[in-house]
Nanobody, 124 residues
Framework: QVQLVESGGGSVQAGGSLRLSCAAS????????MGWFRQVPGKEREGIAS????????YYTDSVKGRFTISQDNAKNLVYLQMNSLKPDDTGMYYC?????????????????WGQGTQVTVSS
């Protein structure tokens, strides 16, 4: 079992920054891939960024490349999402997720464990 708790969401004006944190606990073998996903009402959950816990390799969806950075502190079992130059389209509920090592790390179906989500609202 894996437990995930997100924090750091909030409201910010366009151009601002936020840092999301995900505190993870439980079976480390089920946390080989860690990801951040976003969902807005009426739309499917989408992969934003992911990181492989052992190699540190990172992946991003095109819309956030150059603006968002995913990182990890394995000693503290924390995964971060630094979000800069935020846009209104970045608004949504952000979820942290954990799963095994997968070939397509931004695919929702590859993740077995999910946090409760943290809301990010970007106003224009």
């Amino acid at each position: 079992q894996v437990q995930l708790v997100e924090s750091g969401g909030g409201s910010v004006q366009a151009g601002g920054s936020l840092r999301l944190s995900c505190a993870a606990s439980g079976d480390i073998y089920s946390r080989r891939s860690m990801g951040w996903f976003r969902q807005v009402p009426g739309k499917e959950r989408e992969g934003i960024a992911s990181i492989y816990s052992t190699s540190g390799s990172t992946y991003y969806t095109d819309s956030v490349k150059g603006r968002f950075t995913i990182s990890q502190d394995n000693a503290k079992n924390l995964v971060y999402l630094q979000m800069n130059s935020l846009k209104p389209d970045d608004t949504g509920m952000y979820y942290c997720a954990a799963g095994p090592w997968v070939v397509t790390p931004l695919t929702v179906q590859n993740y077995n464990y999910w946090g409760q989500g943290t809301q990010v609202t970007v106003s224009s």
